[in-house]
Nanobody, 119 residues
Framework: QVQLVESGGGLVQAGGSLRLSCAAS????????MAWFRQAPGKEREFVSY????????YYADSVKGRFTISRDNAKNTVYLQMNSLKPEDTAVYYC????????????WGQGTQVTVSS
């Protein structure tokens, strides 16, 4: 089993920045992709970004490309999401997720952290 714990959410004004962290523990050798998703009130959960832990390759949703940066510290089993130029539409609960590279579904999820961007 893998446990994921997010932190770093909060309230920020539009145009501001936040950095989210996701710390993985347990059988971390069983995962090699970590990602961020988000879910706004009344909306479905949507993909934000992922990172391949060993190679460092990244991918972003168009809605955050150029504003958000995902990174990892393999020694700390931690993934970060640096969010800049935040917009009110970025308001959501942000979830960290993890899986093996060739597995379709993310099998491990954190509890989520709230990000609120005021206009």
């Amino acid at each position: 089993q893998v446990q994921l714990v997010e932190s770093g959410g909060g309230l920020v004004q539009a145009g501001g920045s936040l950095r989210l962290s996701c710390a993985a523990s347990g059988r971390t050798s069983s995962i090699n992709v970590m990602a961020w998703f988000r879910q706004a009130p009344g909306k479905e959960r949507e993909f934000v970004s992922y990172i391949i832990l060993r190679g460092g390759s990244t991918y972003y949703a168009d809605s955050v490309k150029g504003r958000f940066t995902i990174s990892r510290d393999n020694a700390k089993n931690t993934v970060y999401l640096q969010m800049n130029s935040l917009k009110p539409e970025d308001t959501a609960v942000y979830y960290c997720a993890a899986k093996r590279l060739l597995v379709k579904e993310y099998g491990y999820w954190g509890q989520g952290t709230q990000v609120t961007v005021s206009s």
